[in-house]
């Protein structure tokens, strides 16, 4: 049974789907000046890098963006100074520029509709592929593509003309708004506010209830059936969802036969670990192994899609399981994987256990969104131990007392302090201690007198 809840009431939108009251899905909504992916702008490029077959374009207002030359259609100059209209695809980050191209894409219900190609896609949920296929190639036109949405698959040869001619219609309704420009900028906003996400989430989940705390919104949105309103300061807290959200942060997941999995972020990639942790299983060890990790992957998946894992995704299975194991392991990751809205592809499964995924990224990952490195650990997840402390501040001391002073005030915590008089040295210091009731180990020198 699934439900779609819809918190519209507030500043900070958000959407979480629920099946059986486990959430699955979800998206945060905040109202940002950032680039957002769909968001199209009139850009200059301002810098072609042949190495590596790339420009670095002018978005306006000190913005900047990263295209690749095989994503600009032969309709535009690939010269410095051209100008263009280009689409964000990919959401910047700290280390790296928004990832744009030139072959423009307009989302409809029925399909999705880029101009600056040529190419007919259609959704793997459809079974009849060769008349959907048949009746577009004589729609279409030169530069010309489209995505073929699974809810196309009993629409009219009328309804997807319209559809195709409605996206049409956006796209030179852009061209005509880019010729008037003269200076860089925004040309269009993304669709990605709560309105057209919580209406994807809908179209993609076909839930049997939709809920939202906001009169207006439930007015506003178009599903078919009845939209339940629930007053609430916090719906997502009534609903128990917040809880689930918050274990997001955390690195461990815990699952319901005592297996667990430890999800970890670095530099380059995504790292999840499968561990069996208290599983008590009363078969022989193959068998055992390779029924923990075949419980861990419909969990493993449903993390990556809560996380917005994207980029590379290393997952180290438990080893040992015998051919058959891995066969059927390899096949049942396959089989999800294929269920996934956004694209996920199996790049190895290793004897070993270590499988290699591959997740498009759009936007940024939760941890991203909701979450700032620390500023005690510098995102590292690690701080000084109390003995790392104790010689530190015995150094500093040290160096302290050869200006023979008359009183030192230190500020530290109780294990800091008991590190440091376990050490035995500087015992005639004229130190004035203060303990600090905190979690973290630490020392301050607040005062020296002479």
């Known amino acids: 049974m699934k439900k779609v809840v819809i918190s519209a009431a507030h500043i900070e939108k958000r959407i979480a789907v629920l099946e059986n009251d486990l959430l699955i899905d979800m ?30 374009v002018d978005l306006g207002n000190q913005r900047k963006g990263f295209i690749h030359l095989k994503d600009i259609p ?44 040529e190419y007919i896609s259609i959704s793997k949920r459809i079974m009849d592929k060769d008349s959907l296929k048949t009746t577009m190639e004589a729609l279409l036109l030169e530069d010309e593509a489209v995505i073929i949405r699974s809810d196309a698959e009993n629409a009219t040869e009328e309804q997807l003309e319209n559809a195709l001619n409605e996206a049409r219609e956006r796209y030179q309704q852009l061209v005509r708004k880019s010729k008037k420009r003269k200076k860089a900028g925004l040309l269009m906003d993304s669709d990605s506010g709560v309105f057209f996400s919580a209406k994807q989430f809908i179209q993609r989940y076909q839930p049997i209830e939709v809920m939202t705390d906001d009169f207006d919104f439930a007015k506003s949105i178009d599903v078919d059936g009845e939209v339940i309103i629930k007053k609430s300061a916090d719906i997502f807290a009534d609903l128990k969802i917040q809880p689930q959200m918050e274990r997001l942060a955390r690195p461990v997941v815990h699952l319901t036969n005592g297996s667990s999995l430890f999800i970890e972020k670095t530099e380059a990639m995504w790292v999840i670990d499968v561990n069996s942790g208290g599983y008590k299983g009363s078969t022989e060890k193959e068998k055992t192994v390779a029924l923990i990790n075949q419980k861990a992957v419909s969990e493993i998946l449903r993390q990556i899609r809560l996380r917005n894992m994207s980029g590379m995704i290393l997952v180290d299975f438990i080893g040992g399981m015998s051919e058959e194991g891995y066969t059927e392991l390899y096949e049942t990751i396959e089989r999800q994987t294929r269920e996934e809205y956004t694209t996920t592809q199996i790049a190895a499964l290793s004897q070993s256990g270590l499988l290699q995924l591959t997740r498009r990224k759009k936007q940024r990952s939760f941890l991203e969104v909701t979450t700032i490195p620390c500023p005690v650990c510098y995102g590292t997840g690690h701080v000084a131990s109390k003995d790392t402390l104790a010689y530190q501040l015995e150094r500093e001391l040290t160096g302290i007392m050869q200006g023979e002073p008359d009183s030192i005030q230190i500020i530290t915590t109780e294990d800091v302090l008991d590190a440091f008089l376990d050490l035995n040295i500087l015992n005639e210091a004229p130190i004035d201690w203060e303990v600090a009731d905190e979690r973290v180990p630490f020392y301050q020198i607040l005062r020296v007198e002479n």
């Open 74 to 117: 032969d309709i535009y100059e690939k010269t410095q100074g051209a100008k263009l209209p280009v689409q964000v695809v990919r959401e910047g980050s700290a280390t790296k520029l928004p990832l744009l191209t030139a072959v423009l894409e307009f989302s409809g219900d029925l399909l999705v509709y880029l101009h600056g190609k």
């Open 27 to 56: 998206e945060i909504i905040r109202p940002s000046e950032k680039i957002q992916v769909g968001d199209i702008f009139y850009g200059f490029i301002q810098k072609i890098d042949r190495k590596i077959n790339a420009a670095f």
